[in-house]
């Protein structure tokens, strides 16, 4: 439950105030850090286009795909062989969200949802360059876009996910 609302909260997170994203895409480096300095270390590509569209691509250690649609969650696992299906039950508003999104300091933003503060790093030109915050487990979370694009005018297709037929469908 929490892993999807930091994925909603993510693909929110590039439409805030001061930050004047339509579209954004990149590949991202994410890691996450216990409390014993153990780091988990996954690698993919993002794509972002307001008001509703997120597709995180991983690619290490594992394949996976998450596809954001609204109140619509997909999470393709090739592994297992199992795209799952899941309806939010509210409709996540991308500008309300972001507008609580708030500059702390030069290239610095901040935002406080639901017991999660996520800090924001952006370059000289106002372009995402990373995001972390703490998750549920005490985690130290951060991602970190290497070569992002944004309003580059992306693609649909970079929203398109292939579900092979004889994967297993779970509808939550």
């Not at 991983?58 to 999470?75: A, F, H, M, R």
Request: hydrophobic share 35%.
């Amino acid at each position: 439950m929490v892993r999807r609302l930091i994925i909603v909260l993510l693909a929110s997170l590039l439409h805030g105030e001061g930050l004047q994203i339509e579209d954004f895409e990149s590949p991202f480096v994410q890691e996450v850090r216990n409390d014993q300095n153990r780091t988990l270390r996954y690698e993919g590509r993002v794509c972002f286009q307001a008001p509703n569209l997120t597709h995180w691509i991983y690619t290490k250690p594992v394949l996976k795909e998450v596809l954001l649609i609204g109140q619509k969650l997909i999470v393709l696992e090739p592994e297992l062989e199992q795209v799952t299906t899941t309806k939010l039950k509210e409709e996540h508003n991308v500008l309300a969200l972001l507008q609580r999104a708030h500059p702390i300091a030069p290239n610095r933003y901040q935002l406080s949802y639901k017991g999660y503060t996520f800090q924001i790093a952006t370059d000289n030109n106002g372009t995402i360059r990373q995001i972390s915050y703490q998750d549920e487990l005490a985690n130290q979370v951060t991602i970190r876009f290497t070569r992002p694009v944004q309003n580059g005018g992306l693609s649909q297709d970079c929203f398109k996910m292939e579900i092979p037929a004889h994967f297993d469908r779970v509808y939550r």
